[in-house]
């Protein structure tokens, strides 16, 4: 924000947070030192406890970040898995143990630094400037009050201190920073000479008893899954919104009952000039400093701007003239607010006191506070008015509506024609999808949805599944239409795919072979005529010339005598030789390289430093985890 009170974040406090701070639901700092005693604890740290409800949440947002970052590639059964457990489990252990030593050492982010974040959300800002009634209306659309997300934003600005403390520490030194630059920048000349599968294929001859054997030895190669078609119903709180209509009387009737959440709160703009006051500076320097300068605007208050970009001291804002944009009240420190609002529009202060410093500011602009009219909110009244409604009766139709699946397991048109839902039919579903399937089947893409389709109820007894939730707020059952138990191709459909497979399996095997013979010849100083391809540098930092197999034979090569010989394995079963000509190092090196390096290192110092301060937290506090209960708990 304005005073410049956070320092803008380093990339290895990025790095360390992204490990420890999961971007779970936070519960504030003195949830987490004090016992919460509440339902089967998963963990404890010292006298802090880590229930079941913490670990779901952080279970929950763990999974969705996954989901969003592996996209259709993200199988949930997949990554259920005891150790994925566990670790989200240390995860959160390894962030109360940072939390317990912040609340030790009385650390904590305070108001100001709140305001600084927040008011840089671009979300929350409106041309550019923060807007409290943004702030206002994106904590109500997250279900959340503003004392929730300021508990839990002043808890990731205090982990961000106190591992910004840590990570600090991790500094590579300038001799250092040469000795590795000059073993990643080390440029090795090569002549590649390759063998690949093709060269020979005329040599390969698979036999059908080889096709036979493989056919029956893999039989898992050639299953068709197991498959179903199902029929199926959804209930939602959406299609109930969509059916819903509200009237205008109803409207008007709900705008004039919550005007008061429909206002415009006041706003300002000022500019300002900062004298600073810390433990560096003697406060009657800085004060005689401010008067001087408010001496000289009360003879030339046309020159604000001029005077901001000369003398003041915040950062943020003298550039720009001292301009702050609109804020509106309780964005700013209390002194500073408090004369902003008595000001009138073109007036400038005398000399004002905060915890800062000394300011000398200017209100150059006001927005008054106003009354948004129903035409302007009227959809958001609609949505809520309708979103209310809903909500009610999909409570009351879930209940019924699982009750009825239930009770009436023989058929989903009784649910149909009660919610007047529509029967919907799938294609083809396979039992076990893998994750790319998965994500083409829409709201059957559910791993719950599919494991109770495929049940014994479900198939022998042809009933239909239980309700399942497949989101927020939608409800899902379903019964097969149609089924098809596992099968394998016929081998006669198979063969000549195998036997394919088996030559190329045989082609790269032999030019593997054929390599290594040559290298061991060349290795024993018999250089034979070949047709070695052109020279060409090689290094570390230049990798993406060559594949890594390659690259790491060459740089792992003796070079003490010249030419040196090695072999790599590449891609699609090809043996590739590599001659080394020559070893030396480039001219120059680029200095951006060169820092970028420095800073990489610097970075992996600094993490092993925190790895060993979170082992040595470990030590010191009694740590005990209930495998038991985590093992057990169904997910």
Known sequence: MIFDAVRNNKRVVQVFLALITLPFAFWGIDSYVRDT????DLASVGDSKITMQQFDQAWRVQQDRLRQAMGETFDAAAVNTPEARLSVLNALVDQRLLLLEA??????????ALREVISKIPALQDDGQFSMARYQAALAAQGMSQPQFEAQLRQDLTLQQLVAAIGDTGIVGSAMTDEMLRIQSEERQVSELRFSPEQFAAQVKID???VEKYYQENPKRFEIAEQAKADYVVLS??????????????VSAWYESHKDRYQRAEERRASHILILVDANQDEEKAKAKADGIRRELQEAPGKFAELAKQYSQDPGSAEKGGDLGFFGRGMMVKPFEESVFKLQEGEISGVVRSEFGFHIIKLTATKA??????????????????RQTASRQFAEAAEAFSNMVYEQPDSLQPVVEKFDLKMQHSGWLPRDPNPQALATLGQLGNQKVLTALFSADSLKNKRNTEAIEVAPNVLLSARVAAYQAASSRPFAEVKAGIEAALKEQQAAALARQAGEARLAALQAGTESKADWGPVKSVSRLEGQQLPAAALQAIFRANVNNLPAYVGAEVAGGTYALYKIIKVGQPATVDKQRRDALQREYSTILGQEDFAAYLAGLRSRYKIDINKAALDSKER
């Open 37 to 40: 005693g509440a339902g089967t």
């Open 103 to 112: 609340a030790k050492g009385r650390l904590v982010a305070g108001d100001n």
């Open 208 to 210: 059908t008893a080889a």
């Open 237 to 250: 709180l959406q299609a109930l919104m969509d059916k819903l209509t509200v009237s205008d009387a109803e």
């Open 369 to 386: 506070g106003a009354q948004r009219p129903l035409a302007e909110v009227r959809p958001e009244l609609e949505d809520e008015l309708k």
